[in-house]
């Protein structure tokens, strides 16, 4: 069962629906998600303090700052245009190749794509958002369909890629590396 914290007591619980148990500490409560720290290696997660649906916006963010430099912590809306998230918290969604929810960066707003419950991580496609990963990683998200290596949506396949919500961004790349 999931634990929902309501101070800064470590407690066991469940960090995703497939996880297995870990030492959590509540970093911060921020309405309708709270930050986790795993005492264990450091991450940090956000998870839901309530439940949302498929198609469920949870939330609005806007750029906190405008760069033409990509990091670990920015969301790409452009070639050469990466923002970092406000509100700042959003920052602590993880990757998965099985998202619970998608950066709409038209729209700006945190959209629901699988049901999320009370105490489940929230999770995002990385090359949903991101051609080109500053920081590639091995994905150990342990979904069925996980991709293993995450260096960006320019290194998946098209037909893979249909399988996500994109954003409009990631959708022009891929509509002009189709044309050559």
């Not at 303090?49 to 033409?68: E, N, R």
């Not at 670990?72 to 452009?78: A, E, K, N």
Request: net charge negative.
């Amino acid at each position: 069962m999931i634990n929902i914290f309501s101070n800064l007591i470590l407690k066991t619980c469940m960090t995703t629906k497939s996880a297995p148990s870990q030492t959590l500490r509540l970093v911060s409560n921020n309405g309708f998600a709270e930050v986790w720290k795993n005492e264990a290696n450091g991450q940090q997660s956000l998870h839901a303090t309530k439940s949302f649906a498929p198609g469920d916006v949870i939330c609005s963010f806007h750029a906190g700052t405008t760069s033409t430099t990509v990091t670990y912590l920015t969301v790409q809306i452009d070639d050469d245009k990466h923002i970092t998230l406000q509100p700042e918290f959003l920052q602590y969604i993880n990757h998965s190749c099985s998202p619970s929810v998608f950066f709409d960066t038209t729209l700006m707003q945190l959209v629901c794509l699988a049901e999320v419950n009370t105490g489940d991580e929230f999770t995002f496609f990385y090359p949903s958002t991101e051609w080109e990963m500053v920081q590639p990683f091995t994905c150990y998200c342990g979904s069925s369909n996980c991709l293993k290596t995450i260096e960006g949506a320019a290194h998946i396949k098209d037909e893979v890629l249909e399988q996500y919500r994109l954003t409009d961004f990631i959708k022009r790349k891929l509509k002009n590396r189709q044309q050559y």
